[in-house]
């Protein structure tokens, strides 16, 4: 193995980990929820994206095969940390805050308390249960 | 060389998981508990894959991906749970 491929999977590693390190550390460091989401769901993603591509740089210098495992598990974390992200924040919503309290983006409101279609009806369920 | 940075980031992911396990405890509420786990699984998943390249096997892969799936299935249906008070309506 060539002494750049170390340099490059040596320092692809280290990205990683101090990216999932500040992620945990901001987590612990920000005062509510809402601003806590902000610090794992980037930082970590981030850092284990830093992680995969040393993977992927490591096992193409040292066997020669380009491995398509670690894109399959950053897809699959890339797609699933903004949605993990959304249902967090928006239980919190419902826990915690009322219509009123948020900032109007432009004069509509949010359309998460809106009533549900076919409310006027009473078929659908309550919205909050909380 | 690749060695050393793999001590550093067994290290640094080490740290971070045990600040992971004090989020967990701490709270306050519900949902930075599941906010923590779910950081968790995310460090979990990084610390397998680094075990990978250590042990220079791509083994662990699927273990890592099997990690990454029921990381997100589960705290979705926790987050859904606290939401609606019922995971599937």
Redesign the interface.
Known sequence: MSILA??I???L??I???F??V???G??RMPE?MT??HA?TKA??L??GG??L??IA??LA?EGVF?I??L??SM??FL?AP??AH??A???M??RLKAGELPRPDGKGWSTYDKPAGAESGEA?PRD?? | ??A???T??FS??S???L??L??VVRGP?I??R???I??MV??V??LI??Y??SE?T?VY??A??IF??FG?VS??AY??F????DII?
Do not use: C
């Not at chain 2, 606290?82 to 008070?85: A, D, E, I, K, S």
């Open positions: 170390e340099v999977v040596s320092a590693i280290i990683g980990a101090v999932l390190l992620g945990s550390w987590m612990i929820l806590r989401l794992p970590t993603t850092g284990v992680t995969l040393a993977s490591y096992f040292a491995s495992h670690e399959l598990i699959f974390l699933s949605i993990t249902f967090l928006k239980a919190y419902h826990s369920p249960t909380l | 060389m690749i050393h940075a793999l550093f980031a640094a992911i740290l971070a998981l600040m992971n004090w989020s509420s949902l930075d599941v906010l923590a779910d950081t995310i460090n998943i990084a894959i680094l990978g390249i220079q791509p892969f699927e890592a991906l990454a799936m997100f705290t979705v987050a859904k606290v939401l609606r008070g309506e």
